[in-house]
């Protein structure tokens, strides 16, 4: 298949300007954490952003529909050849809004990804949690804490050998430090034990990379990390 489609539930149970705001915004986040990647091309043009981003993975390989009458063939045929033969890429759909261009990709024999994502909104903090003394939580920006980020983050999302390298290759990276974001790490015993990121953007942020380590599971800890990165 030439990529994954993931369709993404609609946004009309929100209030109307919070699912705007949502929209852009998702869009902003993933747009924004790559502009300052090396390797990184994107293009905005006709109705259609489309996003190379500094890894092979299909994650960071991005087709957006910018709310506009764009074929699906057409903004296939468009994302074939801006990514390059042999690249796979993903196209974000929006229920209600992107109709064609789904279709499109299901006749292209792409697959579609669970569509169940909560999209939970929240308006402010989370009420902080009691963090046993155990764990620490640390966000200065050094080659420690992006080394350790980078291995929980392929413990925590790599399905195969070839992606766990490929998460540890793109994130071992300081180029994952940025105006609009901040990283936390969660360590047991001085031990690297798990890891969250926030992007943010309009003034949302989408917190990404939440992981626990196998061997420190259903502590806690990645509940103590979302509460910390609000």
């Known amino acids: 298949a030439d990529g994954v489609l993931a369709l993404l539930p609609t946004l009309e149970t929100m209030i109307d300007t919070w699912a705007e705001r949502a929209h852009d915004a998702m869009i902003d986040g993933f747009l924004a954490p790559f502009l300052h990647w090396p390797g990184t091309r994107v293009s905005l043009e006709d109705g259609l952003m489309l996003i190379s981003g500094p890894s092979q993975l299909w994650w960071f390989n991005v087709v957006f529909s ?5 074929p699906g063939e057409t903004a296939l045929a468009r994302a074939r050849g801006f990514f390059g033969d042999g690249q796979h890429f993903q196209v974000i ?4 809004v992107d109709d064609d261009l789904a279709a499109a990709c299901s006749t292209a024999g792409m697959h579609k990804v669970d569509a169940a994502a909560p999209h939970m909104v929240v308006t402010e903090p989370l009420e902080p949690v009691d963090e046993p003394a155990w764990l620490s939580i640390d966000s200065e920006p050094t080659a420690e804490l992006v080394r350790d980020f980078a291995r929980i983050s392929a413990e925590g999302f790599a399905t195969n050998a070839e992606t766990h390298s490929q998460i540890l290759e793109l994130l071992d990276n300081p180029a994952i430090f940025s105006p609009i974001n901040q990283v936390f790490v969660a360590r047991v015993d001085g031990q690297p034990a798990g890891a969250a990121a926030y992007w943010m953007t309009r003034g949302m942020a989408g ?5 626990t380590m196998p061997e420190h599971r259903r502590k806690g800890i990645a509940s103590a990390l979302v509460t910390r990165a609000t």
């Open 66 to 70: 910018l709310r506009t009458a764009v």
């Open 207 to 211: 917190i990404y990379w939440v992981a």
């Open 93 to 96: 759909a929006q229920h209600g």
